[in-house]
């Protein structure tokens, strides 16, 4: 038979493989034996690298795989705002805050850093004046609507830190009412004149405890 399988037509594709147990097992007429012995480079973690090479603010740097810009950033000493994304246990990355955009070389738009990974050779700058004005106008849309700092309900909350170091006193957009408290609840008091619609309450409820008692409503200019 030319092949070692009993009783078998050798001709055509798929026929010179004996599959059988035994020191012959696992062997073929036309591939090579490193993929049936264990020793090729596609086993055992595969052919693929697992760090990727990135610049970032023109440095080289590497991320391993799943890591996103902002994570390598922070290891690397670099400082993104971030308002929606925390790095406690049980939370994820949600980009929807815009505050850690980022320009990438050849890209038309920015990048929100939390949620995007890097790839092979990508050029990523943080610092560029259009990342970081992007960045200070979506911290100063925010204090439009929050009570002013002397006022706060945490004067040194995650937002004012950030609308610190990144020098936003003061908005220059119009302010809406403001709602009224919601003390409705014997467990819970909601002002919602101090939310930044970051979200993260709405998953620490739903993913981390697992209980869903919050949600988002009345969003939008029309709320």
């Given at each position: 038979?030319?092949c070692g399988?009993?009783?078998?037509?050798?001709d055509?594709d798929?026929?010179c493989v004996?599959?059988?147990?035994?020191?012959?097992g696992?062997?073929?007429a036309f591939?090579?034996?490193?993929?049936?012995?264990?020793s090729?480079?596609?086993?055992?973690?595969g052919?693929?690298?697992?760090?990727?090479r990135f610049?970032?603010?023109?440095?080289?740097?590497?991320?391993?795989r799943?890591?996103t810009?902002?994570?390598?950033?922070?290891?690397?000493?670099?400082?993104?705002?971030?308002?929606?994304?925390?790095?406690?246990?049980?939370?994820?990355?949600?980009?929807?805050?815009?505050?850690?955009?980022?320009?990438?070389d050849g890209e038309r738009?920015l990048?929100?850093?939390?949620?995007?990974?890097?790839s092979?050779?990508?050029?990523?700058?943080?610092?560029?004046?259009?990342?970081?004005?992007a960045?200070a106008m979506?911290?100063?849309?925010?204090?439009?609507?929050q009570?002013?700092?002397?006022?706060?309900h945490?004067?040194t909350?995650?937002?004012?830190?950030?609308?610190?170091r990144?020098?936003?006193?003061?908005?220059r957009?119009?302010?809406?009412?403001a709602?009224?408290p919601?003390?409705?609840?014997?467990?819970?008091?909601?002002?919602?004149?101090a939310c930044i619609h970051?979200?993260l309450?709405?998953r620490?409820?739903?993913?981390?405890q697992?209980?869903?008692v919050?949600?988002m409503a009345?969003?939008?200019?029309?709320a």
């Amino acid at each position: 038979m030319g092949c070692g399988v009993d009783a078998r037509d050798c001709d055509g594709d798929g026929g010179c493989v004996d599959l059988r147990a035994g020191a012959s097992g696992g062997k073929s007429a036309f591939l090579p034996d490193a993929l049936f012995s264990g020793s090729g480079a596609n086993r055992g973690g595969g052919m693929m690298s697992e760090r990727i090479r990135f610049f970032l603010d023109g440095e080289a740097v590497e991320a391993a795989r799943g890591e996103t810009i902002w994570q390598v950033a922070k290891r690397q000493g670099t400082e993104i705002p971030h308002l929606c994304h925390s790095q406690e246990p049980g939370y994820r990355a949600d980009g929807n805050c815009r505050a850690c955009m980022v320009e990438i070389d050849g890209e038309r738009v920015l990048a929100a850093s939390c949620v995007r990974k890097p790839s092979e050779g990508m050029q990523v700058r943080t610092a560029t004046a259009r990342a970081r004005s992007a960045r200070a106008m979506v911290l100063e849309m925010l204090a439009a609507d929050q009570p002013p700092r002397a006022q706060a309900h945490d004067r040194t909350s995650r937002f004012w830190d950030w609308a610190d170091r990144t020098g936003v006193t003061q908005s220059r957009m119009p302010a809406r009412p403001a709602p009224a408290p919601d003390q409705s609840h014997p467990a819970m008091s909601v002002h919602l004149d101090a939310c930044i619609h970051c979200n993260l309450c709405v998953r620490a409820c739903r993913e981390v405890q697992v209980n869903d008692v919050i949600g988002m409503a009345g969003r939008g200019a029309a709320a």
